[in-house]
Nanobody, 122 residues
Framework: VHLMESGGGLVQPGGSLRLSCAAS????????VTWVRQAPGKGLEWLSS??????WYADSVKGRFTISRHNAENTVYLQMNSLKSEDTALYYC??????????????????WGQGTQVTVSS
């Protein structure tokens, strides 16, 4: 079982990035997939989740971030637009058999990746 995030990097404020979460070793489409992030010195922040055609967003990213999934490719994406310096964090994707609460720890998910760093700076 493997989840791997990619697509992070350095971007200027106002810019965009698309993160990818590639899964292998389990029936991806049967799981809720969630993006969370952890900024330096802060706790884990839930951003968005997707299951089938249903999506959920945190207020902090609603209207700027879009989650989508491509089941045939076992991949979930997070399109991030209008990035701000406060979006700087390590971004993780995680999979779970049920929708977890927004304050769940990473270890409460069934699977999670190693994270991809996003840095928003001029």
């Amino acid at each position: 079982v493997h989840l791997m995030e990619s697509g992070g990097g350095l971007v200027q404020p106002g810019g965009s990035l698309r993160l990818s979460c590639a899964a292998s070793g389990f029936t991806f489409r049967k799981y809720y997939v969630t993006w969370v992030r952890q900024a330096p010195g802060k706790g884990l922040e839930w951003l968005s989740s997707i299951y089938s055609d249903n999506t959920w967003y945190a207020d902090s990213v609603k209207g700027r971030f879009t989650i989508s999934r491509h089941n045939a490719e076992n991949t979930v994406y997070l399109q991030m637009n209008s990035l701000k310096s406060e979006d700087t964090a390590l971004y993780y994707c995680a999979a779970s058999v049920r929708l977890l609460s927004s304050n769940s720890r990473l270890e409460e998910y069934n699977y999670w990746g190693q994270g991809t760093q996003v840095t928003v700076s001029s």
